[in-house]
Nanobody, 124 residues
């Protein structure tokens, strides 16, 4: 069992930056592949960023490539999402998730544990 606690959301102006954190409980954090998803009002949840199982390859959704960076600190059992050059269309609830399989990193159905989500609002 893994519990994920997300923090770092808030209100920011377009062009600004935010860093989200996802702290995981348990001593097996390094054996999970982590990902970030988001869901805007009236839209389906979409993949934002994630690691492969080895933790040495990152993947990004097309809309955030070049602006967002996912990273992890296994010593702190924490995964981060650095978001730069934010746009109003980045406004959403952001979730971190953990999976135990090598399945498609971009598909939410492959994730076993989810954090509670944090609101990110980007004003124009």
């Amino acid at each position: 069992q893994v519990q994920l606690v997300v923090s770092g959301g808030g209100l920011v102006q377009a062009g600004g930056s935010l860093r989200l954190s996802c702290a995981a409980s348990g001593r097996t954090f390094s054996s999970y592949a982590m990902g970030w998803f988001r869901q805007a009002p009236g839209k389906e949840r979409e993949f934002v960023a994630g690691f492969n199982m080895a933790g040495d390859t990152t993947y990004y959704g097309d809309s955030v490539k070049g602006r967002f960076t996912i990273s992890r600190d296994n010593a702190k059992n924490t995964v981060y999402l650095q978001m730069n050059s934010l746009k109003p269309e980045d406004t959403a609830v952001y979730y971190c998730a953990a999976r135990k399989t090598r399945a498609n990193v971009k598909d939410e159905v492959n994730y076993d544990y989810w954090g509670q989500g944090t609101q990110v609002t980007v004003s124009s």
